[in-house]
């Protein structure tokens, strides 16, 4: 398991950096004279950068050699961490962002396919839950540490914190992963690139902006209908492409299709909750940031929890009941924040919050195995990429949708602060966006999964 925490670090890099950003976003904003909303920009252009460049980290890593671009990616992270430290307007924090959304969108893939291709079916389950098992330290350290950085120190110095990891990382990867490389490489779909790049910049975007103030309605919603657009001419191209960028066509793998459209409607609400629970715990609730981060670590501490159960409850129930019944339970949590008030025990805040990291670790443990059940090895590196560019799309689509809820139910009102019922509307919508999974989920055979599961009787479901 040497290669699963070697690439872990880049996963825990990754996930610190995210919530320890999520916590300090209220005092960010202050010393950069923005509303706290707004710094949504900061965590959409992070995500929109990976899912711009992530279509193309297979390909490098199939070109240029897998510990070859794992090392770059760590170093132009790394780099991003140290220029967002020196930014000192929103303008300038967001470019800074979009730098370590480079980084960030060869290294988790990469990783993961460097561990795809080394371990067998059996077991990709464990593998891929001991992966995590580091990085969820990072959400588990992240909230605390950031909060008590950005109370008793100050904000900037949360992005030093990824200098010491990054040269740990390249250190051991340098010295214990191979250069994977694929003898013959088909050549870049460059069109491609272009047109997947420009449509999801600028659908995300699009949302992003919408509510930003008066005027900007408009432009939101003028760049979210080209990018649906620019979109709908990268699938016409996809189709009559040999080696497209984005393989459409792995969505007839019926494992697969389930694993990413239906991950990705659960994702939209997972992907909202990091960003409206602290700004509703200090912004409504009158809390530090450290407060506030004592508060949502739960939730990876019961994701941890979780990993050493999830292999035994997938062998014991099928992917396909735990990923039905399992969703409809993570999506009640989500919606349980809603009702939390000033008033709500903090004892019984950090309960919920810990069950329902349980859960939701549990959902993408079993999605993130299923997607990959029935992808033949030489499309791996593809698949990998098209499922990392859906999770990071879905992702920067629950903040956009979050901060979107939260300025429409303050206009509504007509008042210029955000209650906490602003917060509560924002987290049922998103919870009901992520119910919506199931759909996709009802539609897998009953044995869908079962050589990964390793249980017996029925095949696992073939390709469709």
């Excluded at 509303?35 to 949504?40: D, G, H, N, R, T």
């Excluded at 459209?261 to 629970?277: C, D, E, Q, Y």
């Amino acid at each position: 398991m040497l290669i699963p925490l070697i690439v872990a670090c880049g996963l825990f890099m990754e996930n610190l950096d995210s919530t320890v950003l999520s916590t300090s976003l209220p005092a960010i904003a202050a010393d950069l004279h923005v509303a706290p909303v707004s710094l949504k920009l900061a965590l959409t252009s992070y995500l929109l950068s990976l899912a711009v460049f992530i279509p193309i980290s297979g390909w490098a890593a199939d070109k240029y050699g897998a510990r070859t671009v794992f090392m770059g990616a760590i170093a132009v992270f790394t780099g991003g961490s140290m220029l967002c430290s020196l930014a000192h307007s929103l303008p300038e924090f967001v470019l800074y962002r979009i730098v370590q959304g480079l980084g960030g969108a060869m290294m988790v893939p990469v990783g993961r396919l460097v561990l795809l291709r080394s371990v067998t079916k059996s077991e990709m389950i464990s593998a891929l839950a001991w992966l995590t098992v580091p990085a969820l330290l990072g959400p588990m350290l992240g909230p605390p540490l950031g909060g008590f950085v950005t109370t008793y120190l100050h904000w900037r110095w949360i992005f030093y914190i990824n200098l010491p990891m990054g040269a740990l990382g390249l250190a051991l990867t340098w010295k214990f992963i191979a250069n994977i490389r694929e003898p013959d490489v088909p050549p870049l779909d460059r069109r491609g690139f272009a047109l997947s790049s420009l449509g999801l910049s600028a659908f995300v975007s699009g949302l992003a902006i919408l509510g930003e103030n008066a005027g900007s309605f408009g432009a939101g919603s003028g760049l979210a209908a080209a990018g649906i657009a620019i979109c709908a001419a990268y699938v016409w191209h996809a189709r009559r492409t040999e080696n497209p960028v984005i393989d459409l066509r792995l969505l007839e793998v019926q494992t697969f299709r389930a694993g990413v459209l239906g991950a990705s409607l659960f994702r939209i609400g997972v992907g909202a909750v990091p960003f409206l629970l602290p700004l509703m715990l200090q912004l409504s609730f009158g809390l530090t940031p450290f407060q506030s981060g004592l508060l949502t670590f739960s939730t990876a501490i019961g994701a941890l929890v979780m990993k050493a159960s999830a292999a035994p409850i997938i062998r014991a129930l099928g992917f396909r009941r735990v990923l039905i019944v399992n969703a409809l339970v993570s999506t009640a949590f989500m919606a349980a924040n809603g009702f939390f008030t000033a008033a709500t025990p903090h004892a019984l805040m950090f309960a919920l919050l810990l069950a329902g990291g349980f859960f939701r670790s549990l959902e993408f443990t079993a999605i993130n195995a299923l997607a990959y059940a029935d992808i033949p090895q030489a499309k791996m590196s593809r698949a990998t990429s098209f499922a990392s560019v859906t999770q990071q799309v879905a992702l920067s689509l629950g903040v956009a949708i979050g901060a979107l809820i939260l300025q429409a139910a303050q206009v509504l009102r007509g008042e210029a602060a955000i209650s906490r019922e602003d917060f509560a509307i924002a987290f049922w919508i998103v919870a009901a966006i992520g119910v919506l999974s199931v759909i996709s989920f009802l539609r897998l055979p009953q044995g869908a999964g079962r050589e990964l599961a390793g249980r017996p009787g029925a095949e696992a479901a073939a390709p469709q």
